[in-house]
């Protein structure tokens, strides 16, 4: 099941880049696995997938010691700064920098263990009050100063969109995004890079690449509902 689940959308992402003149080899999936347990996404991996999203610590932990070693994990959760040592050498990329503060701790770790960790900077790009994220106004800002700190490399920007019945309705919230990172891109900051756009669920991830999407983030899609509230 969870194979052919995985064969549609990347079937998917291929039809959305052929729609938008897009190489697929740009898009990255991120099979996000949170709440499954292991052997469950070792279907995935079997089937191909090494590329593995994770919303809590405690799971990438738990997981990273059940799977193979050349499954790359991401961390896409919000990250509290006292999980932040357990972390930054098990994640490839953490996609949830949403304060200077948590890059701040996340440079003080990295530099003890001789790291330097890449990270994306997390935008509450549809304004919603329960959601984290930098205001996008704040974001130029943040990555500023984000590249005075040796040791964390901002690669791009994240955002996690507001769920919606039709995925057209984020479609402007998307475009705003690749902009603000092509904003950023032009004033050619030192230390930091804007090649990675992180955006776009199950519900929406077709929108999110045709608007320049080059990190897709599918659970539901993948391995099935959740139990509520998780
Ligand atoms: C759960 C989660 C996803 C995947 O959501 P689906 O709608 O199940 O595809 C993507 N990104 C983040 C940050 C998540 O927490």
Redo the contacts with the bound molecule.
Sequence with gaps: MIAENLARVHERIREACRKAGRDPGEVTLIA?G?TKPADLLMEAYRAGERVF?E?KVQEILEKETQMPSDVRWHM??HLQRNKVRQVIDKAELI??VDTVRLAETIQIEAEKKGLVVPVLIEVNIGGEESKYGAAPDNVLFMARAISEMKNVRVRGLMT?APYVEDPEDNRVLFARMKELGEEIRKKGISNIRMDILSMG???DYEVAIQEGATMV?????IFGS?EQGK
């Design positions: 996000v949170k999203g919303n896409i959760g996609h949830s996690i669920m199950t519900n983030r599918v659970g539901t899609g959740r």
